[in-house]
């Protein structure tokens, strides 16, 4: 886009000002080039940077509940989209994240669909919404493609795994833990849920805490602890 148009503007301004001073083609070519990176590196920077407020903006209206006015923030992020490549890709992953956690299925998974490749927690949920509506193949298809951006994320291959089992596709499941398990190495919690299924037991996806609640396919437990006036101490079981 136009950060990488600017870059080989760079790149070419500086070789034919080298040019015109007759220097040697092997070294107008490198310094051109190297001209033509900096100037790409450092413009992709300044937007990354302008990202990173708008989304720190977003998040705290978040904290707030303010789920319309953190979206609406996201939104102004689009201006940069002909600027850099894959901007409307991450914006639409994380607003798609939050219309799935709102459970506005209908706007989330068209956002879902758009975005990065990337954002593979958008993939997955998509993913999930696919199980659900019954297209297993596209299920699969699109977790499959998830991996490839977060081949490294054990939580990803559980959550596969997870759907997968749902499935009654237990073995499988059991292949994509394996498959976890060459890539995140020594993981506990891929190794607890693979030998969970190979001994037809469930998964225990808790044992991801919040990361594994926000796909939504669990509700997550609630301690209810008695209010201080119910609690009685050891001096009055004593009497």
């Known amino acids: 886009m136009l950060n990488l148009l600017s870059g080989l503007g760079a790149a070419v301004v500086v070789g ?3 040019s015109l001073l007759n220097i040697s083609f092997w070294i107008t070519f490198p ?3 190297a001209a033509g990176v ?3 590196i450092y413009l992709g920077r300044r937007i990354q940077g302008q990202l990173e407020k708008i989304f ?3 998040a705290e209206l978040m904290k707030k509940q303010q789920f319309d006015q953190a979206i609406t923030i996201m939104e102004e992020g689009y201006r940069f989209n002909r600027w850099q490549f894959l901007v409307k890709g991450s914006i639409d992953g994380q607003i798609g994240v939050v219309q799935y956690l709102r459970k506005k299925n209908d706007l989330a998974e068209p956002l879902l669909r758009t975005a ?3 954002h593979y ?6 993913g999930i919404l696919l199980w659900k509506r019954g297209e297993k193949k596209q299920a699969r298809a699109t977790f499959q493609m998830a991996l490839k951006s977060g081949k490294k994320e054990s939580l990803l291959y559980a959550v596969y795994a997870y759907v997968l089992n749902e499935m009654k596709e237990r073995e499988k499941a059991v292949e994509v833990l394996n498959q976890g398990l060459k890539t995140c190495k020594d993981d506990e919690r891929l190794l607890v849920n693979r030998n969970n299924l190979q001994n037809n037991r469930p998964m225990k996806m808790k044992l991801y805490g919040d990361q594994w609640y926000q796909f939504m396919l669990e509700r997550p437990m609630i301690r209810q602890e ?3 006036f119910a609690r009685i101490s050891k001096r009055a079981l004593r009497g």
Do not use: D, E
């Open 16 to 18: 034919l000002l080298l």
């Open 31 to 33: 310094l051109g080039l």
């Open 38 to 40: 900096a100037v790409f």
């Open 56 to 58: 720190n903006r977003a």
């Open 116 to 118: 990065s490749f990337q």
């Open 121 to 126: 927690i958008a993939k997955a949920m998509l």
């Open 226 to 228: 008695p209010p201080p």
